[in-house]
Every structure is written in structure tokens, then in C-alpha cells.
């Protein structure tokens, strides 16, 4: 069973950044996709940003000239680091990860961290 484990968020004053970790663990798996997605007060979940296995990145474009994403595919993790944070960015912030497992058997997977709760606010 692959799980996704994520750290850091907390309160930030505006202007401030954000360094947001998500590590996979596991047996015998793949990761293809990964990345975060947020879901700000009384609103939908919505794409922050995705990396492939090859490097491809995706970001939203509210946060693409502010935000970075970083994978190590060995360690199979991702870092997301987002600067100049408004009130707007205050959101449950999830990783997600998409890909395959040979454990038991083969199968693809789709998986996604508990959340961690980003306040921007002074």
C-alpha cells in the first residue's frame, strides 16, 4: 500500500513563503505523477501544481510565477515552495500521487495525503 505523508504549512504573514514536503512510501512501486492540489474555504479542490517522472511540470496559473516544484525520484518525494502568499492562498493543501504498484499484483494507484493547513494571515 503506497502512502503519502506530507510536512510543513502552518501560519505565514502575507508576503511570506511556504515549503510544503510530501514523501511516498510503500512496497514495490512507481510514482508517474505527483504533486498538489489545494481546496481553499467553501471551494473546490483545485491543481497547484504536478510534476511527471520525466519532469514536466504543470502549475496553476494563480500560483506559476510564484511557486516551485521540486521532485527527487529516488527519494520519492516532492517540495513545493511558494513565496509572496496573499490570503487567498489560506487552503488544505494535499498531495497526490498516480502510479503503479507490483504489490500484491500489478495495478495502477491513486493516492492522497491527509492534507495540511495553510493560513496566510498577520
Known amino acids: 500500500q503506497v502512502q503519502l505523508v506530507e510536512s510543513g504549512g502552518g501560519l505565514v504573514e502575507p508576503g511570506g513563503s511556504l515549503r510544503l514536503t510530501c514523501a511516498a512510501s510503500?512496497?514495490?512501486?512507481?510514482?508517474?505523477?505527483m504533486g498538489w492540489y489545494r481546496q481553499r474555504p467553501g471551494e473546490e479542490r483545485e491543481l497547484v501544481a504536478t510534476t511527471t517522472i520525466d519532469g514536466d511540470t504543470d502549475y496553476a496559473n494563480s500560483v506559476k510565477e510564484r511557486c516551485t516544484l521540486s521532485r527527487d525520484n529516488a527519494k520519492n518525494t516532492v517540495n513545493l515552495v511558494m513565496n509572496d502568499l496573499t490570503p487567498e492562498d489560506t487552503a488544505v493543501y494535499y498531495c497526490?500521487?498516480?502510479?503503479?504498484?507490483?504489490?500484491?499484483?500489478?495495478?495502477?494507484?491513486?493516492?492522497w495525503g491527509r492534507g495540511t493547513q495553510v493560513t496566510v494571515s498577520s
Open positions: 497526490n500521487a498516480e502510479g503503479e504498484t507490483w504489490y500484491p499484483r500489478r495495478s495502477d494507484f491513486i493516492r
Open positions: 510503500g512496497t514495490s512501486f512507481r510514482i508517474t505523477l
